[in-house]
T-cell receptor
Framework: AQSVAQPEDQVNVAEGNPLTVKCTYSVSGNPYLFWYVQYPNRGLQFLLKYITGDNLVKGSYGFEAEFNKSQTSFHLKKPSALVSDSALYFCAVRDKRGGNKLTFGTGTQLKVEL | EPEVTQTPSHQVTQMGQEVILRCVPISNHLYFYWYRQILGQKVEFLVSFYNNEISEKSEIFDDQFSVERPDGSNFTLKIRSTKLEDSAMYFC???????????????FGNGTRLTVT
């Protein structure tokens, strides 16, 4: 069965500093990995995905994520955080053997302060 | 940019009543999903739908739940007899089927907040 772990419930960072939101995954086949962001009272917005190829993928709003097969991780990063980045972030995985659904982690609340 | 739209945004119902949550997926998408989120926490998979039938469902999706695509645009989730624990935010999502569907992200609506009293 496919699963995702986000070990931090909350991450606090100062504006202008780099941010990292951690994610590790477990699948039986090759992983298809996704990051989503959720603002209050809104749906989940797609940020970026890793399917194959370059381990560093770039996405919306200056976010990027690094795929590490040996550590089964897919951490979300941004070189310089903005206050407007404050939101709930979800990592998700899809495994062909798990069907077409995405399985989500428990979410990490990112708080960027001035 | 095309969007998934959900109605109503908020539904209040009494325990034991039937509710229907409605969704209009993105027009060229062929995979449809329902997820729920309780108290802004984990996003839980309920069901996926493709080619006019359920392709996968979770343990949560018991006999009280059903889905339907009654016409070419709507996708509905029905809860036959609501319980207090069904109170949650319900999200509809859709994804493309062109090429490898595994590459396609899900596109989510803004959700329906269901409150069962």
């Amino acid at each position: 069965a496919q699963s995702v772990a986000q070990p931090e419930d909350q991450v606090n960072v100062a504006e202008g500093n780099p941010l990292t939101v951690k994610c590790t995954y477990s699948v039986s086949g090759n992983p298809y990995l996704f990051w989503y962001v959720q603002y209050p009272n809104r749906g989940l917005q797609f940020l970026l995905k890793y399917i194959t190829g370059d381990n560093l993928v770039k996405g919306s709003y200056g976010f990027e994520a690094e795929f590490n097969k040996s550590q089964t991780s897919f951490h979300l990063k941004k070189p310089s955080a903005l206050v407007s980045d404050s939101a709930l972030y979800f990592c998700a995985v899809r495994d062909k053997r798990g069907g077409n659904k995405l399985t989500f982690g428990t979410g990490t609340q990112l708080k960027v302060e001035l | 940019e095309p969007e998934v739209t959900q109605t109503p945004s908020h539904q209040v119902t009494q325990m034991g009543q039937e509710v229907i949550l409605r969704c209009v997926p993105i027009s060229n998408h062929l995979y449809f999903y329902w997820y729920r989120q309780i108290l802004g926490q984990k996003v839980e998979f309920l069901v996926s739908f493709y080619n006019n039938e359920i392709s996968e469902k979770s343990e949560i999706f018991d006999d009280q739940f059903s889905v339907e695509r009654p016409d070419g645009s709507n996708f509905t989730l029905k809860i036959r007899s609501t319980k207090l624990e069904d109170s949650a935010m319900y999200f509809c999502a859709s994804s493309e089927a062109s090429g490898s569907s595994y590459n396609s992200p899900l596109h989510f609506g803004n959700g329906t907040r269901l409150t069962v009293t």
